[in-house]
T-cell receptor, first 112, second 113 residues
């Protein structure tokens, strides 16, 4: 595996379910990000982790809970979501040295 | 915070023509300006970037120019091909934000054969 991988690629969940999104980066980076991409909206930054520490939370509702156990893995735990949370969730990682940020393929989430 | 405006929102060209997408930003301390290409069903792909100490950068058919005084930068694609059709996003890293990028709204580029 190379680059940034995300699983699952597609997820359908009910409003009362609990699920988790997984991201893994194979680039040796030390920063990881979660973004939300909705139709006709720019990319919305949700969370930033640097060296496993959360450095940014962009007023994200508590039904989204991130976890970063090490610099290579990032999770987004989901519970009691709303239909408006349906979107493409993108993970990215970057190098402190170059600042170049690379994205995974995303998880297409549908909340029913 | 940083404010990034991207124009146009849609761009339609004939194969072989050039395409130009422009972004303006607000933070004069911004120092890194990447461009991403997003194809249907995929994540954004970094295609070219420029740093604040450089005015222009080229990579084959794509180029980026930066005007720090006017606080705008542009993506230029020459000899467009149908496979260039995608959504293009500009982004800006502010002077005080560690790694954080602010993205433009995106441009849907369609190249007609």
């Amino acid at each position: 595996e190379t680059g940034v991988t995300q699983t699952p690629r597609h997820l359908v969940m009910g409003m009362t379910n609990k699920k988790s999104l997984k991201c893994e980066q194979h680039l040796g980076h030390n920063a990881m990000y979660w973004y939300k991409q909705s139709a006709k909206k720019p990319l919305e930054l949700m969370f930033v982790y640097n060296f496993k520490e959360q450095t940014e939370n962009n007023s994200v509702p508590s039904r989204f809970s991130p976890e970063c156990p090490n610099s290579s893995h990032l999770f987004l735990h989901l519970h009691t979501l709303q239909p408006e949370d349906s979107a493409l969730y993108l993970c990215a990682s970057s190098s402190a040295r170059t600042g170049e940020q690379y994205f995974g393929p995303g998880t297409r989430l549908t909340v029913t | 915070g940083e404010n990034v405006e991207q124009h146009p929102s849609t761009l339609s060209v004939q194969e072989g023509d050039s395409a130009v997408i422009k972004c303006t930003y607000s933070d004069s301390a911004s120092n890194y300006f990447p461009w991403y290409k997003q194809e249907l069903g995929k994540g954004p792909q970094l295609i070219i970037d420029i740093r604040s100490n450089v005015g222009e950068k080229k990579d084959q058919r794509i180029a980026v120019t930066l005007n720090k005084t006017a606080k705008h930068f542009s993506l230029h694609i020459t000899e467009t091909q149908p496979e260039d059709s995608a959504v293009y996003f500009c982004a800006v890293r502010g002077g005080t934000s560690y790694g954080k990028l602010t993205f433009g709204q995106g441009t849907i580029l369609t190249v007609h054969p």
